[in-house]
């Protein structure tokens, strides 16, 4: 009889769990535009190692705490008065809403990792070109342009700019055609918090400082430890180390840029083809902020269709497209505020942030 209870139940908990079980929970959910994901620091749609920066940004900073369950669902907020790095309010760095940004907050990011709002849809990757980063391989001995089957090779991907940088956070991808990856892992530093995710294809790294020097010291940011597999003569015999996503924090709070280069590795065996990593045109919404009219522009591509949402994830509006790689939307309908766009091509789709005045 209480298998049988049970299983009449499945439905009820079911759509009880869809809807973050807000008929059954002390804590109301947010609608407005500036809601609160708890762990999405960078408000970009999903918990990442890169939401660490604006933590780390405000280590030790203070705010009204925030009600309600520590959950992935949209939170209302009292705003602190302060921004963090990228512009926003240092509510959105408060990611367990104890009222404090600290090491707890840390935890939770790596508990919530890979959660995704509603309106979250993969970015192409970005590769800045640059010299503030840079790749020492052990032993010295090894000829990068003649690596053999079974070879071990040992790397550090090191901080080396003269730029006044407090945190940075990036990515490392390799081929696994190539490469039996033994170990990669981001690198500590004493007086900062790291986080070092590792999944089959890439290495994801977050590091900044939180004491009083502010400033990174020259040395590794991330360590690999690869080993080369015997690649058939069918294959290229050209692979790449492609750091990737990196984004940076200045010591006065700001937003910076840093590039690295990637590491060539050329095998003994394969087809001399130089693999390149993907040119994906840039999209565009402008202006930004809008009022009546939104432009967006997708060089090349084919339009299909644009879904606008509000930061809870709540749809506002969705319009088909008439596949142009240009087209103007009447925008004035919509509510004012911070509102995310998810635009589909025929060739893929993305989500980007406007605001609407």
């Known amino acids: 009889q209480n298998v049988s209870y049970m299983f009449d139940r499945v439905a009820e908990l079911r759509q009880s769990y869809d809807q973050q079980f807000e008929d059954v929970c002390a ?31 405000a280590w030790g900073n203070a705010g009204p705490t925030r009600d309600g369950l ?11 008065g302060q921004p963090t790095y990228l512009g926003d309010d240092q509510k959105h760095a408060d990611a367990n809403g104890d009222g404090v940004i600290g090491l707890n907050d840390t935890q939770v990011i790596k508990d919530f990792s890979g959660q995704r709002t509603p309106w979250w849809s993969p970015t192409p990757d970005v590769y800045t070109s640059g010299n503030d980063f840079a790749w020492a391989i052990v032993p010295t001995s090894i000829d990068t342009n003649h690596i053999q089957a079974n070879e071990t090779v040992f790397l550090s991907f090191y901080f080396d700019s003269q730029k006044a940088v407090r945190g940075a956070a990036f990515e490392i991808e390799w081929d696994t055609a190539y490469w039996t990856i033994t170990n990669a892992a981001g690198a500590p530093q004493a007086g900062s918090v790291l986080i070092s995710q590792r999944n089959d294809t890439q290495l994801n790294v977050a590091r900044i400082r939180i004491d009083s020097i502010s400033v990174f010291s020259f040395g590794s940011m991330a360590q690999l430890k690869i080993k080369a597999k015997d690649i058939p003569t069918t294959q290229s015999n050209t692979t790449y180390l492609w750091p990737k996503n990196i984004k940076a924090v200045a010591p006065d709070g700001s937003p910076l840029v840093l590039g690295a280069q990637p590491l060539k590795f050329v095998f003994a065996g394969g087809a001399s083809t130089l693999p390149t990593p993907p040119a994906v045109p840039e999209w565009r919404l402008s202006p930004n902020p809008a009022s009546a009219t939104l432009r967006i522009e997708a060089p090349g591509e084919q339009l299909q269709e644009a879904v606008f949402f509000d930061p809870s994830g709540r749809t506002l509006w969705r319009t088909a497209l008439d596949g142009g790689e240009r087209v103007d939307l009447a925008v004035g309908h919509l509510p004012r505020g911070l509102v995310w766009v998810r635009i589909r091509s025929a060739e893929r789709v993305a989500a980007m942030r406007i605001v609407l005045r």
Do not use: E, F, Q
Not at 29 to 36: E, M, P, R
Not at 70 to 80: H, I, M, N, Y
């Open 70 to 80: 520590v959950t992935w669902s949209p939170k209302d907020a009292l705003d602190w």
């Open 27 to 57: 804590y109301t959910t947010c609608s407005h535009d500036d809601c609160v994901w708890p762990c999405d620091t960078d408000r970009d749609g999903i918990v990442s190692h890169r939401d660490l920066l604006a933590i780390g940004a």
